[in-house]
């Protein structure tokens, strides 16, 4: 039972490691596309869902502006 608590405790620790490595690609990505991000933005990017960070990442290269990701980040919450 031990071994299955820890086992399960290091692939926890795995996936919150991917899902932020996701999140500061992303936040990097969309610098260079469109200019430095606000603290806000980020902060929005940081609470989006592992499915809502895929989205972003396959959207992201049709930006133009922020305006395009504020556009879509008020669309994802909606």
Known sequence: MFFEDQR???IKGIN???IQGQ???ILR???RRT???SPE???RIQHLSPEQLDDL???LL???SQEDLIAWLESASA
Request: negative net charge; proline residues 0%.
């Open 23 to 25: 999140k500061a690609l």
């Open 8 to 10: 399960g405790a290091v």
């Open 16 to 18: 919150e490691g991917v």
């Open 29 to 31: 990505l969309i610098a």
């Open 57 to 59: 990442g396959e959207v």
């Open 35 to 37: 200019g430095e991000i």
């Open 41 to 43: 933005i980020q902060t």
């Open 62 to 64: 049709d930006f133009t």
